[in-house]
């Protein structure tokens, strides 16, 4: 069966992975604790560290996906119970997955629904079996397990795709935050069983893509060098050529599924949640439940701490934070991965991040501004438009003020990021912004 998607096929024709595999993670550059590599995904190679810019309901607000690519987005998130909600998974799975209903050829991640179910406190019970919960758009009640989950993520069709977790609230007694972690684990358990049954039923497996539909992703890559599956990645990754014979969905690898830890602000229950995660074994590790109105010193804490506990040879991914100093702090502290509201929520309400520093774009001071917004921004908004034109179109409250302030910080954000990636591959830790904004543009 031959399937287009809407004028854009889902970019499945070209499988990244070697027969069999979920994702490849190569380390190619320690700096300190620090490390640049490659994550091999089913939709794209991603060069780590990374900033994945959160896109809730199968967009990132305010930015079309051909503005994401040009930003340099590699992955981008998706929400499972927002999507879940609506349009409802069927209906994207029937569109060929996030990557055919939302015409986004390079990697998706979804989250498992958990921490949004979480954010419903008033909403949900949680008993073994999994969560109740009421939607916030009509009130309707639904259960979610980690079984339901993962057959939504699977239907998805993300490239990555997590447990179904508890988030623990802080604060939280130490009664309440071993319990919390044992659930997580045991769900895991659970979520990793119920995904090994039925990873094949992915959307993309479902069709054959005609590979002339299908246009190379903007990042280029060099051949990698590794071992097992070395001649196929070469071959697919390193020759354009590829591009140019029909391949069956049906030799695409998997999703890959990752693990979180949790454990609240134990360091102690960190380790062991670590430890009873890897037991299960997935691809790749997350660390949840941070960000959840603690300090940041202690977030910064439980991070290194848990990050110690992780394997070296896997992708590490920070769920839900940070700033533009964060995400520096973070990729040196050895994380590969990680996503935040805080770009694109703050762009919808004024608050810019800029190398010299916040701007509230808002304030009656730049009405008459005719500068960039960043003058050592090379994104498209500071390259055309003034201070003064972007406060007129928020004091205004016109539509384009949250497209360009939203395109604006997840440049920012992207481009941080390419430059904590540069420093580590000279062997260098990033500082930021000093250090990271020294450096010419890559
Ligand atoms: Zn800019």
Redesign the pocket.
């Known amino acids: 069966m031959t399937k287009r998607f809407n004028g854009q096929d889902c970019g499945a024709a070209r499988c990244y992975n070697p027969l069999g595999m979920s994702i490849t993670f190569q380390r190619e550059k320690i700096a300190g604790k620090a490390r640049a590599g490659r994550l091999i995904t089913p939709h794209a190679v991603i060069e780590t560290p990374v900033f994945m810019p959160v896109g809730t309901a199968a967009t990132v607000k305010g930015v079309p996906q051909d503005i994401l690519e040009d930003l340099g987005a590699q992955i981008i998130l998706g929400n499972t119970y927002h999507l879940y909600l609506r349009p409802g998974v069927e209906t994207v799975r029937r569109m060929g997955g996030l990557h055919g209903f939302m015409s986004w050829r390079r990697a998706i991640l979804t989250d498992s629904g958990g921490f949004q179910v979480f954010s419903l406190s008033e909403l949900r019970k949680i008993t073994e079996e999994g969560v109740t919960f009421r939607s916030h758009l009509d009130g309707s009640s639904h259960f979610f397990t980690p079984e339901s989950a993962i057959e939504a993520q699977i239907g998805l069709g993300a490239d990555i795709i997590m447990a179904f977790d508890e988030c623990t609230e802080y604060p939280a007694d130490a009664a309440r935050l071993r319990a919390s972690m044992e659930l997580t684990a045991r769900w895991a358990a659970r979520s990793k069983r119920y995904f090994e049954e039925h990873k094949n039923e992915v959307p993309w497996k479902q069709y054959s893509v005609p590979s002339t539909q299908y246009s190379v992703p903007s990042t280029q890559y060099s051949a990698p060098a590794t071992d097992g599956g070395a001649s196929l990645l070469s071959e697919d990754i390193g020759s354009e050529k590829s591009d140019n014979r029909v391949l069956s969905t049906e030799y695409c690898s998997t999703q890959a599924l990752f693990g979180i830890v949790q454990g609240g602000m134990d360091r102690a229950l960190r380790k062991e949640s670590a430890e009873r995660t890897i037991e299960i074994g997935f691809p790749g590790y997350a660390i949840g439940g941070l960000s959840v109105g603690e300090p940041r010193e202690l977030t910064r804490e439980i991070v290194e701490s848990t990050l110690e506990y992780l394997p070296k040879d896997k992708p590490r991914y920070l769920m839900g934070v940070g700033t533009p100093e964060e995400i520096v702090e973070y990729a040196n502290l050895g994380v590969d991965m990680m996503d935040c509201v805080l770009p694109t929520r703050a762009a919808r309400h004024g608050l810019l991040f800029t190398s010299e520093g916040k701007v509230s774009i808002k304030q009656a001071r730049y009405a008459q501004d005719s500068g960039p917004?960043?003058p050592n921004?090379?994104?498209r908004?500071?390259q055309r438009y003034s201070r003064a034109y972007l406060r007129h179109l928020y004091a205004s409250n016109e539509v384009l003020a949250q497209v360009l302030n939203t395109i604006?910080n997840l440049?920012?954000y992207l481009d941080t990021m390419q430059r904590v990636r540069h420093s580590i591959s000279l062997g260098e830790v990033s500082r930021f912004p000093s250090a990271v904004w020294s450096r010419p543009k890559a």
């Open positions: 917004l960043d921004c090379g994104c908004v500071c604006h440049s920012f």
